[in-house]
């Protein structure tokens, strides 16, 4: 069996390249859970893979494998491959996954799948991919298609016992009362959560890939059906009251409970049937081959490996997804009698801006406060207000969705000291779509990437008359003539 070390000055320039090549990485990430602007629980999912890293480490080992540190060697250079990448994409969720595979080669060295209590090295990298703010990326990639399909099956359900509904899109009405199953109705929150669970499980009872993978689909598949049962409660809450002792199902904690009872159950039958049959050995080596090296070439492999390291962190960054130059849109000189006065951007938005393409406007006239984002590049520049607005220091509320004269995502923003504003958002593109959903619109930017979408932020303070609001609202849009009908619709089914 070969000792744990016995190349002092090998092991140490790996872990110092290793360590070279993870800083920036876990900059980023401690960032994304501290940061009030990525909404991450990604350090709830550290605490659960470290729990079940310490619960194995904390038994003896059973099993030797003398290859056990070239697999972990391997690891640390597919890691390194994928940190440059990172580096000079300007991604940081890439480097992000090449500490998941910094973790499988750690848990490989430290043997955590040949111990009494065993857990699969490789479960334990992909638990680790869930520290990541993969909620927030799977969403503004996949909420869209999500919602699509949670409000096509909430609303057939509905429909076997409710003859009174109108289903349009992600829009659902019942008995006259709309029902919008928006984007922090998509179901992933409640996803992300099911397959921790399931991952969980492979980590523990290591079975083989095809049956992992199989699990995998059953916990995504009940997912799914989980928020189709917790919107159609939701949805039989406020047209049919009556019907559930006429409690609040928006109110917390009666909201949230709905939506962890429906996940709860549709996990009951995982955990009942899941049976992975034969445990594999998760410190397998990658390759068969067993090859042993002469001290020095361990040695210059070591240090090239650390030089290696060293430039691929000096390298500069060249984000791929930069915007192609955007002309500004020409903006109103005055809205319902206030003339316009410019703003000039912060440093930090400066900076992005040059950095990543795009564009950005902003014009006060009077009360009203319009700001523009103009991008090819959406994944980069496109965001919910309450994304930068809770990075600023404010408190957000979503109100809702208004889909009248254009559709406009609503928000109550509260400063530190107290004031109160009353924040719209729409999006529009070249080819005249316009939606009140981040998600849509980056999942129409797909279908088109050459698209030029635009943002158009309207903030007013709370304070002012409903009348001067809706005034100024009715003015901007006029002025800016935003389209007022939403091309992506799809199709309308009555139940």
């Known amino acids: 069996m070969t000792r744990l070390a016995p190349y002092p000055l090998t092991a140490a320039s790996f872990v110092l390249a290793s360590l070279i090549l993870a800083v920036e990485p876990v900059r980023w990430l401690v960032n994304t859970w501290l940061d009030p602007s990525y909404p991450s629980t990604g350090a709830l999912y550290l605490v659960f893979m470290l729990g079940l890293l310490l619960w194995s480490l904390s038994s003896p080992a059973t099993g030797g494998d003398a290859r056990h540190r070239q697999t972990a060697l391997l690891l640390l250079i597919a890691s390194g491959f994928i940190r440059f990448l990172s580096q000079v994409l300007a991604i940081n969720v890439i480097g992000g996954f090449a500490l998941a595979l910094d973790v499988y ?46 409000a096509d099956l ?71 059906m989980a928020n189709v049962i917790r919107i159609g ?16 199902v928006m109110a917390n904690p009666l909201h949230d409970l709905i939506g962890y009872v429906a996940l709860a159950l549709s996990l009951v039958p995982v955990l009942v049937f899941y049976k992975p049959g034969p ?21 210059l492999g070591s240090l090239v490996f650390l030089s290696l390291a ?23 000189l005055s809205i319902d009698g206030e003339y316009g006065v410019d703003e000039p951007l912060l440093p930090v938005e400066r900076s992005y801006f040059e950095q990543y393409g795009g564009h950005a406007q902003k014009r006060r006239y009077g009360a009203l406060s319009m700001t523009l984002v103009h991008t090819t590049s959406p994944l980069r520049h496109l965001h919910a207000p309450d994304d930068c607005l809770r990075g600023l220091g404010y408190e957000v509320e979503f109100l809702g969705t208004r889909f009248a004269p254009v559709p406009t995502a609503l928000y109550r923003a509260r400063s530190r000291t107290g004031e109160e504003w009353r924040v719209a958002v729409t999006f529009t593109s070249s080819r005249g779509e316009t939606t009140h959903n981040i998600a849509e619109a980056i999942w129409l930017w797909l279908r088109n990437p050459g698209t030029r979408w635009t943002s158009v932020q309207r903030i007013t303070p709370w304070s002012l008359p409903e009348k ?22 799809t199709r309308t089914r009555e139940g």
């Open 105 to 150: 080669a750690l848990a490989v060295l430290l043997r955590t799948g040949s111990r009494r209590r065993a857990v699969s090295p490789f479960w334990l990298s992909v638990l680790f991919l869930f520290t990541l703010p993969v909620e927030r990326i799977l969403q503004r990639i996949a909420g869209y298609p999500l919602q699509e399909i949670s």
């Open 154 to 224: 909430t609303c057939r359900a509905l429909g076997l016992f409710f003859s009174e509904i109108h289903c349009s899109g992600i829009r659902i009405e019942l008995s006259g009362q709309d029902v919008l199953v928006d984007l922090p109705c998509s179901g992933t929150s409640g996803l992300m959560l099911a397959l921790t669970f399931v991952v969980g499980l492979n980590a523990l009872y290591r079975p083989k890939l095809p049956v992992a993978i199989c699990w995998i689909a059953v916990t995504l598949f009940l997912s799914v």
């Open 233 to 248: 409660v939701l949805a039989v809450g406020l047209s049919h009251p009556d019907q559930i002792f006429g409690l609040d």
């Open 279 to 299: 445990a594999v050995r998760a410190s397998r080596p990658i390759s068969r081959l067993h090859w042993s090296p002469s001290r020095p070439v361990r040695h």
């Open 310 to 332: 060293l430039v691929i962190v000096s390298l500069p960054r060249q984000a791929l997804d930069v915007s192609a130059a955007a002309e500004p849109q020409p903006l109103p």
């Open 468 to 489: 001067r609001q809706t005034a100024f609202e009715a003015a901007a849009i006029a002025a800016l003539d935003l389209p007022s009908a939403i091309s992506s619709q």
